[in-house]
């Protein structure tokens, strides 16, 4: 590969999408933006939020985390689908039936103002970083195949690929979105499904060759039952539902295109689709990831000791252009999914929740559409910004204990959410957002000592069910001890 040939793929896909946004976006209104008319097949909603699933990061970690954490992975994949299904029976009528566009508004109608803004500025916060983060890797392997070959600044880089998702999603928003990720699905699961059988072309193997090997090898391993390891199957299985409520359920994110959807009834079966197809892309990307190092041992190719490094060199070092090019366009694939929707989910999320343009009634539909695109504008600029300083740290350690810390803002809405659902209490509203930020003070402590002092036991994504319950217990200190039987959410068909 070289960088005119990368740059060439990366305009075409590039056209692909505008030509998407331009079908897309004609005759669009801040509803388009916010919630596609309401009008998305569920169908397609479902197989695009696969690729939105499936980040940047993920594409090329979890095939490389298979030689640290073998299969377990599987049984985190395993938990998403009771994760979904509370999403599907619980989150989704709730969020339908009260017809919302920001997900957060239920907390200001169950608690008040304070745990609203609380719960929307988490969001914010966490998405942010996590966006930022995704894309600066994207963006850092564009910067050096292609565009450092001209001598491109990287901030010449991240402005131009900012700029072109500024561009197609600008009009229509989460209705262009739904559309494109469609399109990043499918090239990312083509890109991981080539390379298998690339892999198996060098080594003389099958598919069914392929498979005997892997479910031979060590890294097939799925049930870890010592309690101790933080890949234990249970710990695993209950974190994974627990993540899937949180970073789908409880995620402007994810959840704007469920409520894009028709009715309830196409919601519901959009994440009951989604959530079994992931099952099947997990197992897909985790066999790839075994396959990887089976072709890395074959060939006695020395494993990077960033194992996220290892399907980007033996696609792009080892097995010929092809290979390179797929890889590439996966990756591009995921960093636009990424990127894309988080920049339409953060624009809501600071338009209805912090702004409350909904709620003036004396502004034109003019004005909150100016409004609405200056918000989109400047919430790219502090995206574009946040990449730039994740490039000036330049440490990779220091960015991932930046991007561990966003994912601990989680689990505040989640212990919000539970007490709002499980109780009828109301509570000391003002106090709510010390609450959010002590909890997971509390458990960072706790993680970073639990090995002294919890005999040698080591905190995996266990840590956000832990989250959820200081946030709760803390709501139960500042409830009001009289049971709130007025409350506005309570009034609501739900």
């Not at 960015?399 to 709002?420: D, E, N, V, W």
Request: aromatic fraction near 14%; charged fraction near 15%; include cysteine.
């Amino acid at each position: 590969m070289n960088p005119t040939t990368t740059l060439i793929i990366f305009l075409a896909y590039t056209a692909i999408l505008f030509s998407i946004a331009f079908i897309t976006s004609r005759k669009s209104t801040n509803e388009t933006y916010f919630v596609g008319n309401r009008a998305s097949p569920w169908y397609v909603v479902a197989y695009g939020m696969i690729g939105a699933s499936l980040s940047g990061v993920t594409f090329i970690s979890i095939p490389g985390d298979v030689g640290n954490s073998y299969f377990s992975y599987m049984m985190l994949v395993f938990g998403y689908l009771l994760g979904y299904a509370v999403i599907a029976q619980v989150l989704l009528p709730l969020y339908y039936n009260l017809n919302l566009t920001s997900i957060y508004t239920y907390l200001e109608k169950r608690f008040g103002l304070s745990s609203y803004k609380t719960g929307a500025s988490f969001f914010l916060l966490s998405r942010s970083i996590g966006a930022s983060f995704r894309v600066y890797l994207v963006v850092n392997v564009l910067h050096v195949f292609v565009f450092d070959a001209w001598n491109v600044p990287f901030i010449g880089t991240v402005m131009l690929f900012m700029g072109l998702i500024i561009l197609y999603s600008f009009r229509g928003g989460i209705k262009t979105i739904v559309w494109t990720d469609t399109l990043q699905t499918t090239f990312m699961i083509l890109a991981v499904l080539f390379t298998i059988h690339l892999i198996g072309n060098e080594m003389n193997l099958s598919l069914g060759g392929l498979i005997k090997a892997a479910s031979e090898s060590k890294y097939s391993q799925m049930i870890f039952t010592d309690w101790n390891h933080r890949h234990h199957f249970l710990k695993q299985f209950f974190s994974g539902a627990f993540i899937a409520i949180v970073m789908t359920g409880l995620d402007q994110d994810m959840m704007q295109k469920n409520l894009s959807c028709r009715n309830l009834r196409e919601a519901q079966k959009n994440v009951y689709l989604m959530s079994w197809s992931l099952v099947l892309v997990n197992l897909i990307f985790l066999f790839l990831g075994i396959v990887l190092y089976l072709y890395a041992e074959s060939q006695q190719i020395d494993i990077p000791q960033i194992t996220d490094n290892l399907f980007p060199l033996i696609a792009i070092e080892h097995l010929g252009a092809k290979a390179g090019i797929l890889f590439f366009i996966g990756l591009i694939a995921a960093a636009f999914s990424s990127a894309d929707g988080s920049l339409a989910s953060l624009t809501t999320s600071f338009y209805f929740d912090i702004l409350g343009i909904d709620k003036n009634h004396k502004l034109t539909e003019k004005q909150k559409t100016r409004i609405r695109k200056t918000t989109h504008m400047s919430i790219s600029v502090v995206l574009i910004l946040m990449i730039i300083v994740f490039r000036a740290i330049s440490d990779q350690s220091v960015i991932q204990k930046l991007f561990t810390i966003a994912g601990y803002t989680y689990g505040p809405l989640l212990g919000l959410y539970s007490f709002g659902l499980l109780t009828k209490y109301s509570v000391k509203d003002k106090w709510i957002p010390l609450i959010a930020v002590l909890s997971p003070v509390l458990c960072y402590i706790i993680s970073f000592n639990s090995m002294e002092w919890f005999n040698g036991y080591k905190f995996g994504f266990e840590l956000l069910i832990l989250n959820g319950l200081f946030t709760f217990a803390g709501l139960l200190i500042i409830r009001n001890k009289q049971v709130n039987k007025d409350s506005k959410i309570s009034k609501e068909k739900h």
